[in-house]
């Protein structure tokens, strides 16, 4: 059973909320919960501080459904903490569960954000570079373990660019199997030549197993995948710089 909070975590948890709610767009619902006390604070500790949150919006088009996120014991600046702030002095080990519907996936996707990023990448051809610079990308996900993707591209190859749409069905990776490709079809445009499908695949393959991502204050792994109908559950292992997180660029390590 976890221990009654005390005033002093009372305070620093209400502090802490205001802060996450200044950096939110929209919030159907928040709590966050900070267990520590006088003397802790003093020697610059906390126990632990919990987070659990519906319809969180930031960047106006980046939603989730659901958090909840717990950390492990902390250290914290004293001085900030007597003042209502929490201010991290060491980095903090955080798990937390993400669920994101298809609409807030296909939202994101959409977005000013998302677009502003430029998303593109090379692949080696036969010592040829290609690049892949993506359009558009709409994710579906009808069950059974399944994601499908459609979307489109300008690939610039041998000095010309030209464009391609196409359909493809995955299955994630799990702790028994890794990522696999169900089918991948040109749906417009001339296709692609086996060569480029396997260097593609090759780069997808890189860009899945990257160790950790990085967002603004936090750098993260996903451990987990679980798919239904309509929604995506995440179970990601995350170290955090400082709380709140503000809304700066997500990119690979």
């Not at 005033?7 to 802060?19: D, H, I, P, V, Y």
């Not at 919960?33 to 604070?41: M, S």
Request: proline fraction near 3%.
């Amino acid at each position: 059973m976890r221990d009654e909070q005390s005033l002093e975590g009372k305070l620093l948890s209400q502090e802490a909320k205001r802060r996450v709610l200044h950096e939110l767009d929209e919030v159907e619902q928040i709590d966050i919960e900070v267990q520590t006390d006088v003397l802790k604070i003093v020697q610059g500790q906390a126990n632990a501080v919990s987070v659990s949150g519906q319809g969180l919006v930031i960047r106006e088009d980046i939603r989730v459904q659901e958090i909840k996120l717990q950390t492990d014991s902390i250290a914290i600046n004293p001085l900030s903490a007597l003042l209502g702030q929490i201010k991290l002095d060491e980095p903090v080990k955080a798990l937390a569960r993400i669920i994101l519907t298809e609409t807030d996936i296909n939202r994101t996707l959409s977005s000013d954000f998302t677009r502003s990023l430029g998303i593109n990448f090379d692949v080696n051809v036969d010592g040829e570079i290609v690049n892949f610079e993506s359009q558009k990308i709409q994710v579906f996900l009808p069950g059974d373990d399944q994601i499908e993707f459609r979307g489109k591209l300008l690939l610039k190859e041998k000095g010309n660019t030209r464009s391609l749409a196409y359909q493809a069905i995955v299955h994630p990776r799990t702790s028994s199997q890794p990522l696999m490709l169900e089918s991948f079809n040109c749906t417009e445009g001339q296709g692609m030549s086996i060569e480029l499908i396997v260097a593609l695949m090759q780069k997808v393959k890189e860009l899945v197993n990257q160790p950790y991502f990085e967002w603004d204050e936090m750098k993260f792994s996903v451990k987990n995948l679980e798919l239904e109908k309509g929604s995506l559950t995440l179970l990601v292992e995350a170290y955090v710089r400082q709380i709140p997180l503000s809304s700066n660029v997500l990119s690979p390590e």
